[in-house]
């Protein structure tokens, strides 16, 4: 399997429960959930199930897992409003979980809480020889090479019917395509390009899943850049962008043009967030050569970075080649994974940057409460835009609302906020790929395209 190894790792250690591409929950290693509140909840456990060592699974572990995964040594808490002091085993196979304050990415976020033994962890150990409540236990691991799993004893669940999983490790797109023709491989990443070849191999299906992402535009409203406290220039910029190019020429028609600033697949969008001020205007070029003008953008030069994926640089190109009809030069810059994230949030070191919106959670709350906040190096909440200082207010306010009606209402002046400020703009809504031997029963890509592999079997 041409995959990546946080997937494979998931057959190994599990997580409490799990969410399906519908938004459906699977229940793991916990059997129950009681929101008591939307600060407190009562999780209730799957009792009788053991760690690869023999150990048992108690609430115990479940503590110290969320300990973990808030006091990772250079890591970002994964749960900041988790209360761990109130947190407690109500007793062996109940935790009641307590939040200083509600937080709506977390009932999506559990499912990427990995659980692990409390009693036998260890950091260094835990590399190399994993110990979890999962189906697999590792065999086999080389860096940069492979992860060879084995059915192990014990499993609390159904015995998967594939014994062993092997996972190679193909950085190239080139590798995974050729892998997947000579049978090297069972399932795969697709690139783009290469769909519409693997959908004609007779052996090969192609599963295509909505990961609620967007290509997105963002603009640096620092004072070092042309877009400091120029709105309509930001807005010539959109209105130059002929999106459905995008998705026809860089994501080969496997993309959507954007009909807001984030993801139309979020689990939380309505109708009328959608096509909203230039979402709604599309590709229009006239407009966008007068907006240009007026705002003093025409005969300037502007550098637009990337990451230096393969969609991203094409992108850029046609972003590039828009803005010259405009009478606007864009210089496109093309980085190295190793520079692009010191550089993106400098804001002193370009004008644009082709990047994404997502969530975790798959909510229009999140993605507005990080974007907004913490992209261009925070520059968004330093500089001056459109309705800045309610739309800072509400996006600092959204993850805690529990009310849908009220939550409805706060994504709506969100939505048309954003797209009057125009901080970033959704060029499209992007899709994932993965091929799969038709062979292959069960294959259903789970949240986040995560794949149940225990739940796989050959016909």
């Known amino acids: 399997m041409g995959y990546d190894l946080l997937n494979a790792m998931r057959m190994v250690y599990e997580v409490l429960w799990d969410i399906d591409g519908e938004g459906n929950r699977t229940w793991l290693l916990a059997t129950g959930l009681e929101v008591v509140e939307p600060t407190v909840w009562h999780v209730k456990l799957r009792e009788g199930v053991t760690f690869a060592n023999g150990n048992p699974f108690t609430a115990d572990d479940v503590l110290f897992s969320l300990w973990r995964g808030n006091n990772r040594t250079g890591e970002p808490a994964t749960f900041p409003v ?42 260094t150990a835990a590399a190399t020889t994993p110990n979890g409540t999962g189906p697999y236990a590792v065999t086999d691991y080389v860096i940069n090479s492979h992860l060879d799993l084995t059915v192990r004893d014990g499993y609390w669940g159904e015995k998967p019917a594939i014994k062993n999983l092997h996972f ?16 090297l491989v069972d399932i795969a990443g697709v690139p783009y390009s290469d769909i519409e070849f693997i959908q004609t191999l007779s052996d ?21 850049s042309v877009f400091h ?24 028609g496997f993309a959507k043009a954007s009909r807001m600033p984030v ?17 709604g205007i599309g590709y229009d070029p006239v407009k966008a050569k007068e907006l240009a003008e007026s705002s003093g953008l025409t005969g300037k030069e502007v550098l637009l970075i990337n990451n230096g994926s393969s969609d991203s640089q094409v992108v850029a190109e046609l972003i590039q080649a828009n803005l010259a009809e405009i009478g606007v030069t864009a210089n496109v810059q093309n980085l190295d994974p190793g520079s692009w994230l010191s550089i993106v949030f400098d804001d002193s070191q370009y004008d644009m940057a082709v990047d994404f919106t ?59 906020l954003q797209t009057e400020a125009m901080l970033w703009f959704s060029l499209v809504d992007m899709t994932q790929a993965a091929a799969y031997n038709k062979g292959l029963n069960g294959y259903k890509p789970l949240l986040f395209g995560n794949v149940n592999y225990a739940g796989l079997s050959w016909s």
């Not at 090969?204 to 070092?224: D, G």
């Open 82 to 123: 988790l209360n761990l002091e109130k947190s407690k085993a109500l007793d062996e196979y109940t935790v009641e979980i307590v939040f200083d304050s509600y937080d709506l990415s977390y009932l999506n976020g559990f499912s990427l809480l990995y659980i692990y033994d409390k009693e036998s962890f260890d950091e």
């Open 168 to 183: 190679a490790i193909m950085s190239e797109d080139s590798q995974r395509v050729t892998a997947l023709q000579t049978g």
């Open 204 to 224: 090969l299906a192609v599963a295509i899943t909505s990961p609620a992402m967007t290509k997105a535009l963002y603009f640096n409203p620092a004072a070092t």
């Open 229 to 252: 406290d120029n709105t309509d220039a930001r807005k010539a910029v959109a209105l130059a962008i002929d999106t459905q190019s995008i998705a026809n020429i860089a994501y080969s």
């Open 263 to 279: 993801a139309v697949d979020n689990i939380d969008v309505e109708d009328r967030f959608l096509d909203l001020g230039v979402y």
């Open 358 to 416: 997502t969530a975790p959670s798959m909510t229009i709350a999140q993605n507005y409460y990080s974007w907004i906040n913490y992209h261009v190096g925070g520059a968004y909440t330093r500089n001056p835009w459109p309705g800045k200082d309610r739309a800072l207010e509400l996006a600092n306010k959204v993850m805690s609302v529990s009310d849908p009606a009220e939550l409805s209402e706060i994504y709506m002046e969100l939505t048309e």
